[in-house]
């Protein structure tokens, strides 16, 4: 069984910073994916970005490229988003996921952490 913690999250304003983090506990492989994702009331679940077991590849939604910024220390079961110049519309629950093997694709997480809030105020 996988557990995956997300401390971070809280208020900002528009065009500031935010650091969300996840760490992964349990049987972890060092061959999973990790990814975040998000979701307002108003909408599905979106995702946001991926990163490799390595860290070397990363994939991230159109929505956030240039402004968000996924990492991982080499093969580690932790991970962090950087979110600058944030939106308005950035205002979400981030949810980490955690795939056990594959590629960087948006498909098919098999665990899920319970969500951090991050409000982004105009």
């Known amino acids: 069984q996988v557990q995956l913690v997300e401390p971070g999250g809280g208020l900002v304003q528009a065009g500031g910073s935010l650091r969300l983090s996840c760490v992964a506990s349990g049987r972890v492989p060092s061959a999973s994916v990790l990814a975040w994702f998000r979701q307002t009331p108003a909408k599905e679940r979106e995702f946001v970005a991926a990163?490799?077991?390595?860290?070397?590849?990363?994939n991230y939604a159109d929505s956030v490229k240039g402004r968000f910024t996924i990492s991982r220390f080499n093969f580690a079961s932790a991970m962090d988003l950087q979110m600058s110049s944030l939106k308005p519309e950035d205002t979400a629950v981030y949810y980490c996921?955690?795939?056990?093997?594959?590629?960087?694709?948006?498909?098919?997480?098999?665990?899920w952490g319970q969500g951090t809030q991050v409000t982004v105020s105009s």
């Open positions: 990163i490799s077991p390595s860290g070397l590849r990363t």
């Open positions: 996921a955690l795939r056990l093997r594959g590629d960087v694709s948006p498909n098919a997480y098999e665990y």
